[in-house]
């Protein structure tokens, strides 16, 4: 009895998962460099759009304030590490939810980069927030080396609005 092609399809599928996730098929970098996958966007930002660091801006609800960005050169070969520590508030009167990946970083070039996931203690971490509480914690990024005009987008995953802060 032959295989169908449904679990012939479903074993290819599930042996190309396992591949890809121990690294066997990582293509288009060094071995044992971890993988850059920033994101070329078209980007087109208002001027009048862009926060500075000392700005507490509301977005659907929630406040944002940065309280402070660190970067640590060469943190990894021929990358720095940006830590955006940021303050997010409910200022609304129902549950909100947080989440890191509403945030990216984006440089001059329109390059996106996601948060650097990892185990760095003080990671912004809460489910979710009710009215009134507030939770702070750091955004990790890795760029290139000396990379300038690094701007954070917060985008709620709730809603449609964001807010752009220019971190250098």
Known sequence: ?????????????????????????QFGREAGRAAVTPTTLPLQIDPGELREVTEE?????ASLHIDGVERRPDARDGEDLVLVTVTVTNVGDDTAPVNQLDFYLFDASGTVHSTAIGSLEGLLRSPRLDAGQSVTGVLPYYVMAGEGGLILNWSPGWCAERALFQLE
């Open 57 to 61: 801006v509301e977005v659907c609800e």
């Open 1 to 25: 009895m032959k295989p169908s092609f449904l679990v012939r399809m479903t074993v290819g599928f599930l042996v190309g998962l396992v591949l890809t996730s121990c690294g066997a098929l």
